[in-house]
């Protein structure tokens, strides 16, 4: 499992995790799409942008690794504004390769992902 060095293990003040520490013995959590109610606390919120910010600022336009980061925090992006960057893509791999959607993200998160 590759770790990202540099990111963020979490929402600064919060309990809200960005990144694993060990790979699951089981092997890795499948990513899955989950769907952002428009009715979702403020604080989960806050972390969905606060993690949209730390792979733009880590990745940019570039694909990656999916490697170490959270799989339940990756869900509330994947389909969306992260999707996969390999075909076929294997949602249970460390291994799989991810990149951001730039149009989607700019309309989701305009404060983060601005025009270049």
């Not at 294997?90 to 025009?115: C, G, K």
Request: hydrophobic share 35%; proline share 9%.
């Amino acid at each position: 499992m590759d770790k990202h060095r540099g990111f963020p293990g979490r929402l600064p003040g919060t309990d809200f995790q960005f990144v694993l520490r060990r790979a699951n013995k089981g092997g890795a959590t499948p990513l899955t799409e989950r769907i952002r109610y428009p009715d979702r606390r403020p604080p989960d919120k806050r972390a969905d942008a606060g993690f949209m910010q730390a792979l733009w600022e880590h990745f940019g336009e570039d694909p990656f690794v999916r490697g170490n980061l959270d799989a339940g925090r990756l869900s509330w992006l994947f389909g969306r504004e992260v999707i996969p960057a390999e075909d076929p893509f294997d949602p249970a791999s460390y291994e799989a390769m991810l990149r951001i959607d730039v149009n989607v993200a700019r309309q989701t998160f305009p404060e983060i992902v601005e025009d270049s």
